[in-house]
């Protein structure tokens, strides 16, 4: 089939219109048989034009996501918090071609060549952040493992964004909760757990209620002398909200119709925040707000459980498309 410019294209084309040409190549060919030569003759200009925009055939796939990896090393190595430092480089990113080649890798031929090059990314960025942290003084150990979670997390937010469907959502959400997840597998700080300890006087209710409607995971159960008994159920990410009085009644406004907060209450993030509200109400709480939105875009509810505990159930929505 021979290789044709379009009709009306520009002597100079965009990185844009290059991208697109090699995209259409290398789903009709496979990405083995289209040359530099090809993609530029498709797109109507020269062959020494591609390399104006472009390194190599490679690098139409990846040359945004790598811009964007540079800019976060940058501010890594400028002294950037390290989810800060992703966060910031990689907000408003929309790496299209590379989705376009991830969900259509086997009629591309790309099946070796996408994992191949993902990795190199990823030892990059990973060699990266274990850096960042060492400085911090974390140890080696710990650094490189947070290291290769993150750089991990980048990728595979990625990938999950790809296969949903690039078009339809902004990637930045997905990389948002990905990132969100590596603390609480390889926590950075010099405190490693946050361990909420609650005083149950009927405990088999409240392990009832908070591991088996709630759904937290026991993690850990002991029996002691003279009756006492402990269960360690994980809840995972763990943070601590420090607000202010003004803070704490204005929170209360929004969520509530005037209930008042308790000097601590928990908060759970959940997958559909009125679902679960109306779980735990059938498992014995009660509803002392039902779901709304908020101003900050998240569903939250605001129940009585066992234990004496005032818990917000909160469901994320993202930013609006």
């Given amino acids: 089939m021979p290789t044709e410019p379009r009709a009306g294209r520009p002597k100079v084309s965009s990185r844009e219109t290059l991208a697109e040409a090699a995209c259409e190549l290398f789903l009709e060919r496979g990405y083995a048989a289209t040359s530099v030569g090809d993609i530029a003759a498709r797109a109507g200009v020269s062959r020494s034009s591609f390399f104006n925009y472009f390194a190599s055939k490679a690098d139409i796939l990846w040359s945004g996501l790598d811009e964007r990896l540079d800019t976060a090393i940058s501010r890594l190595e400028a002294g950037d918090a390290v989810g800060a430092a992703l966060s910031a480089a990689l907000a408003g990113f929309a790496p299209d071609s590379l989705a376009l080649a991830i969900v259509n890798a086997e009629p591309m031929g790309l099946e070796s060549e996408l994992p191949r090059e993902a990795s190199v990314r990823r030892a990059r960025l990973a060699e990266a952040v274990a850096r960042r942290l060492g400085r911090d003084g974390v140890e080696r150990m710990r650094a490189e493992i947070a290291g290769a979670a993150y750089a991990a997390a980048v990728l595979s937010a990625v990938w999950a964004w790809a296969h949903e469907g690039a078009g339809r959502a902004p990637l930045q959400p997905t990389m948002q909760r990905a990132l969100a997840m590596v603390p609480g597998v390889v ?135």
Avoid: C, K, M
């Fill in 187 to 321: 926590p950075e700080s010099r405190v490693s757990q946050l361990r909420v300890v609650v005083r149950a006087d009927d405990l088999d209710r409240a392990v009832a209620f908070y591991r088996d409607a709630l759904g937290l995971v026991e993690q850990e159960s002991y029996d002691g002398d003279e009756g006492a008994r402990v269960v360690i159920l994980g809840a995972g990410r763990a943070t601590l909200e420090l607000s202010n009085p003004e803070q704490v009644r204005f929170i209360d406004r929004v969520e509530t119709d005037g209930v008042t907060s308790p000097h601590i209450r928990l908060a759970f993030e959940v997958e559909d925040s009125a679902l679960v509200t109306s779980e735990l109400e059938a498992a014995g709480a009660e509803i002392l707000a039902s779901a709304r939105e908020t101003p900050w875009r998240s569903v939250n509810a605001r129940l009585t459980a066992p234990a004496d505990l005032q818990l917000t159930l909160f469901q994320e929505l993202g930013p609006e498309s």
